[in-house]
């Protein structure tokens, strides 16, 4: 069972990047998700989850606005739009799971699964 992110990269203040997060291994589709991100010399901090079927979704202040999670469980993947990208989102964005719970959750306590981190960097 794996959770793969992709999508960072270098970009421009001001730019925009989606990170996407494949789950192999079995379905995910009942699962509630997450994006978490540690900026560097910081602790890990929640971005943004959603439910199980995506009907519910919340943020973390610095992203409302800016930032839009989304999935796709037709192919077991989860999505995080961000736009208006600031030098201050440079961090590496990990996906999560909870198999627990289909709820959209904010806590890193309740996912179990984590993807490998996807590296943002944004220049000012």
């Known amino acids: 069972v794996q959770l793969q992110a992709s999508g960072g990269g270098l970009v421009q203040a001001g730019s925009s990047l989606r990170l996407s997060c494949v789950g192999s291994g079995r379905t995910f589709s009942t699962d509630g998700m997450a994006w978490f991100r540690r900026a560097p010399g910081k602790g890990r901090e929640f971005v943004a989850s959603?439910?199980?079927?995506?009907?519910?979704?919340y943020y973390a202040d610095s992203a409302k606005g800016r930032f839009t999670i989304s999935r796709d469980n037709d192919k077991n993947t989860l999505y995080l739009e961000m736009s208006n990208l600031k030098p201050e989102d440079t961090a590496v964005y990990y996906c999560?799971?909870?198999?627990?719970?289909?709820?959209?959750?904010?806590?890193?306590?309740?996912?179990?699964?984590w993807g490998q981190g996807t590296l943002v960097t944004v220049s000012s």
């Open positions: 959603i439910n199980w079927n995506g009907g519910s979704q």
């Open positions: 999560a799971a909870s198999q627990r719970t289909g709820w959209s959750r904010t806590m890193a306590s309740e996912y179990e699964y």
